[in-house]
């Protein structure tokens, strides 16, 4: 083609972009109103980091978040092109059951500082949100590294000193695991002798707790790949319990947060976790005389330990945002799980026909310093109750703070909790 030819269609292809001048003044117009009506639009939305808000029973049931400086800069991008599993967003719905009113709120925060400039530097294409704990090879490759995916996420914190029961609760999760352990006591090397410690991930860092490491390392982008993540401590009696049917039952009933029940015989602090022998699995129980201001609430329903949870992905990405980065026993999570999965009393429960042993070993207890004629564990336990204390005020002062920004009295919401 000749160069006359193309320059004169190219002012071809401009001519006709021309409009008439009516027509350009109505488009002039259109954007005009678009943009007031956007800015308003926008006004009426506070930039709350919460994507959904059930008020029922005075709870907020997610706390999902979606670009928040305040964690850490651990944040999501939104990006049109990205996966429908990354950037689910709710309608806004509003139900009246039993009386009380839910609402759902669609509040969608467009990123902090950092995601902006990752957009404008980056091209969509590039971005990679979510990694793995996949082991890949050195050589070869890269779309030949794996022959299988695992499907599920397993942890435990363990110390050496309880070598022979991790190795036998990790002989009962299947090669659908990754088997990642969090070492508090610095010997991560020790292990070798087992054969599937060679394939497991080790994490080391003394005298820290699981949910320390949870915080850290098991971010939501992190474990996106795994169906459901069990984050175990390391004195359970599995000799009941195989993974591969816990979670049959937990898919078969419609499970998100769950745990094996808890062998009846031994010290138990709640009945909730109490295993039950005619069932597959419970969600409700019966507690000591005003233990439950409502019977579809912790500890009555919705409730179970943070000795042996297991997540769904999606329930996990709102619990890590609820846990606090300074408060490292998890103490009070127990508790507040609830708001994390709606209807909570249905989707939290406990597994009966997989159990466990509690074995009640106060291994990382011991990792404590003596204070003042205190022995190790004393210390460790008052920090416990400190921290639950602690967290306790957080979660009420958060949802204050968000009922007031939604113009909502929180005096009518906060006088159940």
Known sequence: MEPETV????????????????????IIITIFVGIIFGFFIGKSFPALPLLKLNISS?????????????????????????????NRINSTENQNVNGSS???????????????KVQRRLPSGIVASESDFYLRRLWGKPSEDLTSKPKYLVTFTVGYDQMNNIDAAVKKFSENFTVLLFHYDGRASEWDEFEWSKRAIHVSAKKQTKWWYAKRFLHPDIVAPYDFVFIWDEDLGVEHFDAEEFIKLMRKHGLEISQPGLEPNRG??????????????????????????DPRLPPCAAFVEIMAPVFSREAWRCVWHMIQNDLVHGWGLDFALQKCVEPAHEKIGVVDAQWVVHQSVPSLGNQGQAENGKPPWQGVRERCRREWKMFQTRMADAEKSYYKAMGIDPSKFTAHH
């Open 58 to 86: 005075a709870l907020i049931h997610d706390f999902s978040i979606i670009g928040n400086k305040s964690t850490g800069g651990s944040t999501q991008s939104i990006d049109a092109s990205s996966s429908s599993k990354n």
């Open 7 to 26: 320059h004169r269609r190219g002012i071809l292809g401009c001519s006709a972009m021309v409009k008439k001048p009516n027509e350009t003044m109505r």
């Open 102 to 116: 839910k609402v759902y709120a669609c509040v969608i925060i467009f990123g902090s500082h950092q995601i902006q």
């Open 268 to 293: 138990l602090t709640w009945q909730m976790t109490k295993r039950r022998g005619d069932r597959e699995v419970h969600k409700q129980t019966e507690e000591k005389p005003g233990w439950c201001s």
